[in-house]
Each structure stands twice: as structure tokens, then as C-alpha cells.
């Protein structure tokens, strides 16, 4: 088995194309990410941080180039294949958390899991684990609007990590948090991903914490760069 489990070559994403408002977001991304690497992906705003992460996570399609899970390309296949391999090795994680705000955060990590077979107390339990790692076990029964920020952002990395995904995508994950706020879910996604193995790119302003990731990629007219 190869040890990339996601790779980006020669993404291209163009948005408004043939129009006179077309523009080029992606003009040749490239970008290997192996198990266990936390990696940072920094760049100005309106840069396609966004877009890059909703290609990498099978949300978008590029306009060229391949997105590749484990060596298999996923690029061009059929929304069904997609969806399934987003499903199966794919968490995402956003801004705000996307809980569902009706059900308490253990409900919120178990369901996903459940929607793909597994049993209400083996989803709870995993679930309950998963709370732990990140500190937050203790508001298991609380729904989101009952949490803070920081803990809300951290059940959603649980929800995220629910399925065993092999790679973890994140969004600007703590755009909207204190800096104090910011370390702790930070602290939480690098003891996951530890844990876990489990590759992450993650979008981020906050070049502290970039610095603390295993090493960063700049997003820099359309293209990946060290760095
Ligand atoms: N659906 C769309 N149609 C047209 N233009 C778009 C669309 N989505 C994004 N853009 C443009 O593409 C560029 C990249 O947007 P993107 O959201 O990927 O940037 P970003 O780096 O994530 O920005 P931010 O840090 O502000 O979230 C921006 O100029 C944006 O206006």
C-alpha cells in the first residue's frame, strides 16, 4: 500500500468559465498527504482554501487534474462512487459546527454511524470515546446550543472521526474562537490525529497554530507551495 493516502495533482478549478467574469482559483494544485500528518494549508483570504478542501473532500469537482484516495482516482467517477468514498474516508469540519441541534452531542457523533449499520450502544460507546479524547465527556447529554464554542467545535471533530474516516479535512476550524479557545480544540484535533493516524489538512488564519502542525502548505496563485 502506498504510504500517500490523498493526493492532489494538477488541480485546476475555474469559477464563472468562458464568461467574462471567469476566474482561475486553482491553476495546478499538487498535494500528497500521508497517514498520521497534520498539515497546515495557509493562504490570504479569497486565496481557495475553500475550494481546494471541497475538492480534496469530493464536494466539488476540479475543472482538471486528479484527486487520487490510496492511489485509486476519484476525479471524474460517477456521483455514487464519490459519495461513497467520501462517506467511507472523508470527515469535514467547518467554521460552525453543523451540529444538529436537536440532539445532544453524544447523539450527534452516534448517528452518522449509525446511518452506516452500526448498533445504537456500539455508536454510543464509540462516541463516548471519542468525547473523551477531546475533553468534553462530561456535556455527552448537552445539546450544542448548551455548549461553549470551543466545546461545540470539538464534537464536531468527534462527528467528523465518527466513521473512520482515513482523512480529516478542516475548514478554518477555529475562525471564530478565542485564542485560548483556538489552543484547546487545536490541542484536541492533534491528540485525534495522533491517536488515530488519521492524515488532516486544515485551513487556518492562525499562524501559531499552523507553526505547531507537522509542516505547512501555502496556497499561492493557484498553486501549492512548502512552506
Ligand atoms: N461559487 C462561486 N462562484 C464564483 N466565484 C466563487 C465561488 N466560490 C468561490 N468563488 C471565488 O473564488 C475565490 C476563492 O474562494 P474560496 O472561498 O475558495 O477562498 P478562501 O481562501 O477559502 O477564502 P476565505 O479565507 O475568505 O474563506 C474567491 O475569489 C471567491 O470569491
Excluded: W
Aim: with cysteine; glycine share 8%; net charge negative.
Amino acid at each position: 500500500m502506498s504510504d500517500v493516502v490523498l493526493t492532489l495533482e494538477g488541480v485546476e478549478k475555474f469559477y464563472n468559465k468562458g464568461l467574462a467574469n471567469e476566474i482561475c482559483v486553482l491553476s495546478g494544485a499538487d498535494l500528497a498527504l500521508k497517514p498520521g500528518e497534520l498539515v497546515a494549508l495557509v493562504a490570504p483570504s479569497g486565496a481557495g482554501k475553500s475550494t481546494l478542501l471541497h475538492i480534496a473532500g469530493l464536494l466539488d469537482e476540479a475543472d482538471s487534474g486528479s484527486v487520487d484516495i490510496d492511489g485509486k482516482t476519484l476525479s471524474g467517477k460517477s456521483d455514487r462512487r464519490r459519495t461513497r468514498a467520501r462517506r467511507e474516508d472523508i470527515g469535514f469540519v467547518y467554521q460552525f459546527h453543523h451540529l444538529l441541534p436537536e440532539f445532544s452531542a453524544l447523539e450527534n457523533i452516534a448517528l452518522p454511524q449509525m446511518a452506516n449499520g452500526v448498533s445504537k450502544s456500539d455508536a454510543e460507546t464509540r462516541g463516548r470515546e471519542l468525547l473523551e479524547t477531546v475533553g468534553v465527556a462530561h456535556r455527552a447529554k448537552h445539546r450544542p446550543a448548551e455548549l461553549s464554542g470551543g466545546e461545540q467545535q470539538r464534537v464536531a471533530f468527534c462527528r467528523a472521526l465518527a466513521n473512520k474516516p482515513r482523512i480529516l479535512l478542516a475548514d478554518e476550524p477555529t475562525g471564530n474562537l478565542d485564542p485560548a479557545t483556538s489552543d484547546q480544540v487545536f490541542d484536541a484535533l492533534m491528540k485525534l490525529v495522533r491517536e488515530t493516524g488519521l492524515a488532516a489538512l486544515v485551513a487556518t488564519h492562525n499562524m501559531e497554530l499552523a507553526a505547531r502542525m507537522d509542516r505547512v502548505v501555502r496556497l499561492e496563485n493557484g498553486v501549492l507551495v512548502d512552506g
